[in-house]
Protein backbone atom coordinates (compact mmCIF):
# COMPACT_ATOMS: atom_id res chain seq x y z
CA UNK A 1 0.00 0.00 0.00
CA UNK A 2 1.62 3.71 -1.08
CA UNK A 3 1.92 5.90 1.83
CA UNK A 4 -0.92 8.87 2.07
CA UNK A 5 0.23 11.77 0.94
CA UNK A 6 0.35 13.64 3.96
CA UNK A 7 3.33 11.09 5.12
CA UNK A 8 5.05 11.80 1.93
CA UNK A 9 8.65 12.75 2.73
CA UNK A 10 9.90 15.12 0.18
CA UNK A 11 13.25 14.27 -1.83
CA UNK A 12 14.87 17.04 -3.64
CA UNK A 13 16.96 15.85 -6.45
CA UNK A 14 19.96 17.54 -8.43
CA UNK A 15 20.08 19.08 -11.91
CA UNK A 16 21.85 20.00 -14.39
CA UNK A 17 22.29 23.52 -15.90
CA UNK A 18 22.60 22.89 -19.50
CA UNK A 19 21.38 24.87 -22.75
CA UNK A 20 18.25 23.43 -24.50
CA UNK A 21 16.54 24.93 -27.72
CA UNK A 22 18.94 28.09 -26.86
CA UNK A 23 17.54 28.47 -23.32
CA UNK A 24 19.58 27.84 -19.80
CA UNK A 25 17.85 25.33 -18.32
CA UNK A 26 17.97 23.62 -15.12
CA UNK A 27 17.56 19.37 -16.21
CA UNK A 28 17.34 15.85 -14.81
CA UNK A 29 16.34 12.60 -16.69
CA UNK A 30 12.81 10.97 -15.55
CA UNK A 31 15.02 8.06 -14.62
CA UNK A 32 16.00 9.67 -11.35
CA UNK A 33 12.85 11.11 -10.47
CA UNK A 34 10.12 8.52 -11.03
CA UNK A 35 12.16 5.63 -8.68
CA UNK A 36 11.66 8.15 -5.52
CA UNK A 37 8.14 8.24 -6.15
CA UNK A 38 7.55 4.31 -6.96
CA UNK A 39 10.24 3.17 -5.14
CA UNK A 40 11.56 5.48 -2.11
CA UNK A 41 7.68 6.39 -1.30
CA UNK A 42 8.58 10.13 -1.26
CA UNK A 43 7.79 13.20 -3.31
CA UNK A 44 10.63 14.23 -5.27
CA UNK A 45 11.10 18.04 -6.26
CA UNK A 46 13.93 19.13 -8.47
CA UNK A 47 16.75 21.30 -7.08
CA UNK A 48 17.80 23.82 -9.31
CA UNK A 49 21.96 24.38 -10.02
CA UNK A 50 21.63 28.33 -8.99
CA UNK A 51 25.00 28.12 -6.96
CA UNK A 52 26.50 30.09 -4.67
CA UNK A 53 22.76 31.59 -4.21
CA UNK A 54 21.23 28.40 -2.66
CA UNK A 55 19.75 28.88 0.46
CA UNK A 56 20.83 25.94 2.16
CA UNK A 57 19.57 26.06 5.27
CA UNK A 58 16.12 26.72 4.18
CA UNK A 59 16.00 23.94 1.68
CA UNK A 60 17.63 21.74 4.47
CA UNK A 61 14.46 22.45 6.62
CA UNK A 62 11.98 21.99 4.06
CA UNK A 63 13.65 18.04 2.79
CA UNK A 64 13.91 14.92 3.82
CA UNK A 65 16.31 13.60 1.95
CA UNK A 66 18.77 14.10 -1.40
CA UNK A 67 18.82 12.17 -4.43
CA UNK A 68 22.36 13.59 -6.18
CA UNK A 69 22.01 12.35 -9.87
CA UNK A 70 24.06 10.99 -12.28
CA UNK A 71 25.38 13.07 -15.21
CA UNK A 72 27.50 13.57 -18.39
CA UNK A 73 29.80 16.58 -16.73
CA UNK A 74 32.38 16.45 -14.34
CA UNK A 75 33.07 17.77 -11.24
CA UNK A 76 35.64 20.71 -12.30
CA UNK A 77 38.93 18.67 -10.41
CA UNK A 78 40.07 21.77 -8.89
CA UNK A 79 37.41 21.25 -6.25
CA UNK A 80 40.21 18.31 -5.37
CA UNK A 81 43.37 19.79 -6.07
CA UNK A 82 43.85 18.61 -9.57
CA UNK A 83 44.15 20.05 -12.91
CA UNK A 84 42.27 19.34 -15.83
CA UNK A 85 43.96 16.39 -18.33
CA UNK A 86 41.11 16.39 -21.16
CA UNK A 87 40.29 19.95 -22.38
CA UNK A 88 37.13 18.35 -23.80
CA UNK A 89 35.62 17.13 -20.34
CA UNK A 90 32.48 18.31 -20.00
CA UNK A 91 31.84 20.66 -17.02
CA UNK A 92 28.80 21.77 -14.74
CA UNK A 93 30.23 24.60 -12.35
CA UNK A 94 26.63 25.63 -11.45
CA UNK A 95 25.91 22.66 -10.04
CA UNK A 96 29.26 22.08 -8.22
CA UNK A 97 28.60 25.37 -6.39
CA UNK A 98 25.42 24.21 -5.59
CA UNK A 99 26.06 20.54 -4.67
CA UNK A 100 29.17 20.10 -3.10
CA UNK A 101 28.54 22.67 0.04
CA UNK A 102 24.66 21.25 0.29
CA UNK A 103 26.20 17.62 0.63
CA UNK A 104 28.64 18.89 3.84
CA UNK A 105 25.65 20.48 5.17
CA UNK A 106 23.54 17.79 4.79
CA UNK A 107 25.85 15.45 6.25
CA UNK A 108 26.56 17.49 9.20
CA UNK A 109 22.77 17.77 9.99
CA UNK A 110 21.80 14.06 9.42
CA UNK A 111 19.79 14.44 5.94
CA UNK A 112 19.60 11.09 3.98
CA UNK A 113 21.48 11.47 1.01
CA UNK A 114 21.70 9.11 -1.58
CA UNK A 115 24.63 9.66 -4.43
CA UNK A 116 24.26 7.89 -8.19
CA UNK A 117 27.44 8.14 -10.41
CA UNK A 118 28.41 11.82 -10.32
CA UNK A 119 26.67 12.54 -7.44
CA UNK A 120 28.96 9.40 -6.09
CA UNK A 121 31.69 11.52 -6.99
CA UNK A 122 30.34 14.24 -5.46
CA UNK A 123 29.95 13.14 -2.14
CA UNK A 124 33.59 11.69 -2.09
CA UNK A 125 35.04 15.35 -3.05
CA UNK A 126 32.95 17.49 -0.91
CA UNK A 127 33.98 15.37 2.28
CA UNK A 128 37.96 15.60 0.87
CA UNK A 129 38.57 12.97 -1.77
CA UNK A 130 39.82 12.86 -4.83
CA UNK A 131 38.78 11.20 -8.24
CA UNK A 132 40.60 9.27 -10.70
CA UNK A 133 39.83 11.87 -13.88
CA UNK A 134 40.21 8.71 -16.94
CA UNK A 135 39.63 5.35 -14.99
CA UNK A 136 40.43 4.20 -18.40
CA UNK A 137 43.51 5.26 -18.79
CA UNK A 138 44.87 4.54 -15.26
CA UNK A 139 46.92 1.51 -14.99
CA UNK A 140 45.80 -0.98 -13.39
CA UNK A 141 42.17 -0.80 -13.94
CA UNK A 142 40.19 -1.64 -16.73
CA UNK A 143 37.46 0.71 -19.16
CA UNK A 144 34.07 1.18 -16.82
CA UNK A 145 32.61 3.17 -19.76
CA UNK A 146 29.72 2.19 -21.91
CA UNK A 147 29.77 1.21 -25.14
CA UNK A 148 28.13 4.37 -27.51
CA UNK A 149 27.67 2.10 -30.60
CA UNK A 150 25.47 0.22 -28.85
CA UNK A 151 21.51 1.31 -27.90
CA UNK A 152 20.89 2.55 -24.88
CA UNK A 153 19.12 -0.52 -23.70
CA UNK A 154 23.00 -2.49 -24.66
CA UNK A 155 24.54 0.03 -22.95
CA UNK A 156 23.03 0.31 -19.60
CA UNK A 157 23.19 -3.94 -19.31
CA UNK A 158 24.59 -5.42 -16.69
CA UNK A 159 28.73 -4.90 -17.22
CA UNK A 160 30.40 -6.57 -14.28
CA UNK A 161 29.89 -7.76 -10.92
CA UNK A 162 30.28 -5.72 -7.84
CA UNK A 163 31.41 -7.78 -4.41
CA UNK A 164 30.47 -6.38 -1.48
CA UNK A 165 32.18 -5.80 1.76
CA UNK A 166 30.99 -8.32 4.65
CA UNK A 167 28.94 -7.34 7.04
CA UNK A 168 28.76 -3.79 5.60
CA UNK A 169 25.50 -1.52 5.29
CA UNK A 170 25.21 -2.24 1.50
CA UNK A 171 25.55 -5.91 1.74
CA UNK A 172 22.70 -5.81 4.92
CA UNK A 173 20.50 -3.94 2.33
CA UNK A 174 20.71 -5.96 -0.81
CA UNK A 175 21.42 -9.71 1.14
CA UNK A 176 23.87 -10.65 -1.20
CA UNK A 177 27.12 -10.73 -1.35
CA UNK A 178 27.99 -9.94 -5.02
CA UNK A 179 25.60 -9.09 -7.98
CA UNK A 180 25.90 -7.58 -11.64
CA UNK A 181 25.70 -3.61 -12.37
CA UNK A 182 25.56 -1.65 -15.24
CA UNK A 183 28.60 0.87 -15.72
CA UNK A 184 28.75 3.86 -17.47
CA UNK A 185 31.54 6.34 -16.21
CA UNK A 186 34.83 7.16 -16.90
CA UNK A 187 36.05 8.68 -13.72
CA UNK A 188 36.07 7.14 -10.51
CA UNK A 189 37.57 7.28 -7.04
CA UNK A 190 41.06 8.19 -6.46
CA UNK A 191 40.72 8.04 -2.59
CA UNK A 192 38.13 7.96 -0.39
CA UNK A 193 37.31 10.56 1.83
CA UNK A 194 38.51 10.23 5.21
CA UNK A 195 35.04 10.07 6.26
CA UNK A 196 33.85 6.85 4.10
CA UNK A 197 33.61 3.65 4.00
CA UNK A 198 34.01 1.66 1.03
CA UNK A 199 30.65 -0.54 0.52
CA UNK A 200 31.35 -2.40 -2.75
CA UNK A 201 34.10 -2.55 -5.15
CA UNK A 202 34.21 -3.78 -8.78
CA UNK A 203 36.67 -6.70 -10.14
CA UNK A 204 39.68 -4.27 -10.73
CA UNK A 205 39.16 -2.91 -7.06
CA UNK A 206 37.64 0.07 -7.86
CA UNK A 207 35.18 1.20 -5.19
CA UNK A 208 31.64 1.18 -6.46
CA UNK A 209 29.84 2.16 -3.31
CA UNK A 210 30.60 3.93 0.03
CA UNK A 211 28.76 4.98 3.22
CA UNK A 212 29.48 7.33 5.92
CA UNK A 213 31.95 6.19 9.15
CA UNK A 214 29.73 8.31 11.51
CA UNK A 215 27.20 10.58 9.62
CA UNK A 216 24.26 10.99 11.86
CA UNK A 217 21.43 9.99 9.01
CA UNK A 218 21.76 7.33 6.35
CA UNK A 219 24.19 8.30 3.29
CA UNK A 220 24.98 5.76 0.66
CA UNK A 221 26.51 6.26 -2.85
CA UNK A 222 26.93 3.95 -5.83
CA UNK A 223 29.01 4.41 -8.90
CA UNK A 224 26.50 2.54 -11.41
CA UNK A 225 23.11 3.07 -11.83
CA UNK A 226 20.34 1.79 -10.30
CA UNK A 227 17.74 4.01 -11.55
CA UNK A 228 18.03 2.73 -14.62
CA UNK A 229 14.30 0.44 -14.97
CA UNK A 230 14.87 0.40 -11.02
CA UNK A 231 11.67 -1.30 -10.69
CA UNK A 232 12.54 -4.16 -12.14
CA UNK A 233 16.06 -4.71 -10.39
CA UNK A 234 16.09 -6.33 -7.22
CA UNK A 235 18.84 -4.21 -5.81
CA UNK A 236 17.45 -1.32 -6.89
CA UNK A 237 14.24 -1.89 -5.19
CA UNK A 238 16.47 -2.73 -1.91
CA UNK A 239 18.28 0.75 -2.47
CA UNK A 240 14.94 2.61 -2.85
CA UNK A 241 13.40 1.12 -0.11
CA UNK A 242 16.16 1.44 2.25
CA UNK A 243 16.75 5.30 1.37
CA UNK A 244 13.02 5.80 1.72
CA UNK A 245 12.87 3.94 4.70
CA UNK A 246 15.34 7.00 6.17
CA UNK A 247 13.43 9.65 4.32
CA UNK A 248 10.14 8.66 6.55
CA UNK A 249 12.10 8.68 9.56
CA UNK A 250 13.83 11.80 8.99
CA UNK A 251 10.32 13.32 8.59
CA UNK A 252 9.13 12.05 11.66
CA UNK A 253 11.93 13.72 13.58
CA UNK A 254 11.54 17.00 11.67
CA UNK A 255 7.55 17.43 11.92
CA UNK A 256 8.29 16.18 15.56
CA UNK A 257 10.33 19.13 15.89
CA UNK A 258 8.36 21.57 14.28
CA UNK A 259 5.11 20.27 16.42
CA UNK A 260 7.43 20.81 19.63
CA UNK A 261 8.17 24.13 18.52
CA UNK A 262 5.10 25.56 18.55
CA UNK A 263 3.30 24.09 21.42
Keep these: MSPSPALLPVVAISTDLKTIAGHPTYAVAQKYVDPVLELAGALPVLLPSIGAGTPIDALLDTVDGLVLSGSPSNIEPHHYGQDLSNPESPADPARDATILPLIRAAVARGVPVFGICRGFQEINVALGGTLLQEVHHTEGFDDHREDDTLDILGQYAPAHPVHAVAGGLLAGIVGAPSWQVNSLHGQGIETLAPDLLAQAHAPDGLVEAYSHRSAPGFLLAVQWHPEWLAAQN ?13 CREHARRRRAGALAMSA
Excluded: E, I, M
Aim: aromatic residues 16%; hydrophobic residues 60%.
Design 234 to 246: AVSRALYAAFGDA
